[in-house]
Every structure is written in structure tokens, then in C-alpha cells.
């Protein structure tokens, strides 16, 4: 397939299909017109990269990663790195539940103003010292 039906497919912009190229993560044939072509497995992968890449790894992280996906290829090093980025998600994905948490409070308190008109009060901050 060419790379506009390749992006149609991913929903990725053409110019990031060239990127993910130059980068390696994504690889074309060229025609005698020098036109990309790619096998039907591009979509597969390009859906792979973003994944990686909404997860926060960089092109090069995924880079380093990604013969362990396709190929089956791991290293005690390519583990470790493996195993050092779950950690900075787990990290992430803890400060947003905590973030949730206070949206919720706050959510909580507009409902309550809402409902009686009393004051907002968000339970997760703390309290202004008389006088602040």
C-alpha cells in the first residue's frame, strides 16, 4: 500500500510516517518512481509505535524495543530497559490517580454547591491558615 493509505488506515499524519522511517521504527519498499509501498503488516506496527509513543517512550526507547516485539529478539539489557520504563508508567500512572482523586473531591464540592450552596470546599487541599 502507499503511504496515504497507510495513514488513512493509522490515522497518522504522512509526515509522521516518514519520521517513524528516518527514525527506523517503520521500514517501505520504493518503486522505480521512487513511491513508498508497504506491506500490510505497516498498519500493525504503526499502531505499535503509537502505542509506545502515547506510553510516553521516546523514538529511541521504541527503536531499542521493538526487535524483541517483532522479532522475538531480547537482551538482558533490552529486559532491564524494558523493565526501567513499566516502572516510570507505574510512576505516571500513579500521579494521575492521585490527580483523579482530587478532581473528585473538587467534583464533589461543586456538586454539594450545586445541591445547598454552600461553598466549594476541596476535601484533598489542605486549609488556609487564618490570616494567609
Known sequence: MRIGELAGRTDVSVRALR???EQG???SER???DQRHYAESAVDRVRLVQQLYAAGL???VITELLPC???GDATPELLERLAAERD???GKVAELLDVRSRLDSVITGATTN???G???RNEAAPEAAPGD
Do not use: Q
Open 88 to 90: 516510570r508508567i507505574d
Open 19 to 21: 519520521y517513524y522511517e
Open 118 to 120: 454552600r461553598p466549594c
Open 58 to 60: 521516546s523514538s529511541k
Open 114 to 116: 450545586l445541591l445547598t
Open 31 to 33: 518503486s522505480p518512481s
Open 69 to 71: 516485539v517483532i522479532e
Open 25 to 27: 521504527l517503520l521500514t
